[in-house]
């Protein structure tokens, strides 16, 4: 059956790939982008697109209202998009730590929030959470993104705890180092760097991310609920 999805920052990088994927699956897809145009391929894929920024609780009503016109209440929630604004701690500014957090932890809570209403009212639904390895394993220069991603663990069990009996579920997709825009700002000495880590010995495609996302989103993870599935090349170790 067509189910209501949202993702988040759907209109490149990882967001895409998830967006892509579901629809795929049949699902009716809604996207949320902050900036510019969305990309043509949204429409050719049925994809509908929303403007939307999640630091402002004002546009995340305003998408969820023209959602909910389109493709009736949210059943499966992808909170993806995020920041980061990297920086050493001692040159990290409140401004850099707060904006990413607002992003990236308290826009969730804005858009899992909102979503919760529909869920509660038909008892089911799917909330999976884009955290990131960085978010467990620590990062120089990254003590806010670190901060935020971690804050996601929480907030998701938390969630799983209070909605479970509902029948929604919560979980977190923990990607390693995915070839994306967000990626791509690092230099060549950091992917070097990087890639001496990860056991697989390169970056993921934000399709392998997409697949994780598919199947916690799917009847077949009916059962799966508070979880951190690592999607990272073994960067982690399963934390
Ligand atoms: P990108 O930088 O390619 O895309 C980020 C997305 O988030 C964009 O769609 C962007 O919109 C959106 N976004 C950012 N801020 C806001 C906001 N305030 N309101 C609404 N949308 C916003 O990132 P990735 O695709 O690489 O990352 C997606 C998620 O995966 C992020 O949460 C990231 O932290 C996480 N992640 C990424 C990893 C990687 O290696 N790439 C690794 C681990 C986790 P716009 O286009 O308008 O700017």
């Given at each position: 059956?067509?189910?209501?999805?949202?993702?988040t920052g759907g209109n490149r990088?990882?967001?895409?790939?998830?967006?892509?994927?579901?629809?795929?699956?049949?699902?009716?897809?809604?996207?949320?982008?902050?900036?510019?145009?969305?990309?043509?391929?949204?429409?050719?894929?049925?994809?509908?697109?929303?403007?939307?920024?999640?630091?402002?609780?004002?546009?995340?009503?305003?998408?969820?209202?023209?959602?909910?016109?389109?493709?009736?209440?949210?059943?499966?929630?992808?909170?993806?998009?995020?920041?980061?604004?990297?920086?050493?701690?001692?040159?990290?500014?409140?401004?850099?730590?707060?904006?990413?957090?607002?992003?990236?932890?308290?826009?969730?809570?804005?858009?899992?929030?909102?979503?919760?209403?529909?869920?509660?009212?038909?008892?089911?639904?799917?909330?999976?959470?884009?955290?990131?390895?960085?978010?467990?394993?620590?990062?120089?220069?990254?003590?806010?993104?670190?901060?935020?991603?971690?804050?996601?663990?929480?907030?998701?069990?938390?969630?799983?705890?209070?909605?479970?009996?509902?029948?929604?579920?919560?979980?977190?997709?923990?990607?390693?180092?995915?070839?994306?825009?967000?990626?791509?700002?690092?230099?060549?000495?950091?992917?070097?760097?990087?890639?001496?880590?990860?056991?697989?010995?390169?970056?993921?495609?934000?399709?392998?991310?997409?697949?994780?996302?598919?199947?916690?989103?799917?009847?077949?993870?009916?059962?799966?609920?508070?979880?951190?599935?690592?999607?990272?090349?073994?960067?982690?170790?399963?934390?």
């Amino acid at each position: 059956m067509s189910r209501s999805v949202l993702v988040t920052g759907g209109n490149r990088g990882i967001g895409l790939a998830i967006a892509r994927s579901l629809a795929g699956a049949g699902d009716q897809v809604a996207v949320t982008y902050r900036s510019g145009e969305p990309p043509a391929e949204l429409a050719g894929l049925g994809i509908l697109a929303v403007k939307c920024d999640i630091t402002d609780p004002e546009q995340v009503e305003r998408a969820y209202k023209e959602i909910e016109e389109a493709h009736g209440p949210v059943q499966v929630l992808v909170a993806n998009a995020g920041v980061t604004r990297d920086q050493l701690l001692l040159r990290m500014s409140e401004e850099d730590f707060t904006s990413v957090v607002d992003t990236n932890l308290t826009g969730t809570f804005r858009v899992v929030k909102r979503a919760s209403r529909g869920m509660l009212r038909s008892r089911t639904g799917r909330i999976v959470l884009i955290s990131s390895v960085v978010g467990l394993l620590g990062s120089a220069g990254q003590a806010n993104y670190a901060a935020s991603k971690a804050g996601l663990v929480g907030f998701a069990r938390s969630i799983a705890r209070e909605l479970g009996s509902r029948g929604i579920t919560c979980n977190v997709v923990a990607p390693g180092f995915v070839d994306t825009d967000m990626t791509r700002a690092l230099s060549d000495e950091q992917r070097d760097a990087i890639m001496g880590q990860v056991p697989l010995g390169r970056y993921a495609d934000a399709g392998e991310i997409a697949s994780a996302v598919r199947f916690l989103a799917s009847d077949e993870a009916a059962y799966i609920t508070g979880a951190v599935i690592p999607v990272d090349g073994g960067l982690g170790m399963g934390h």
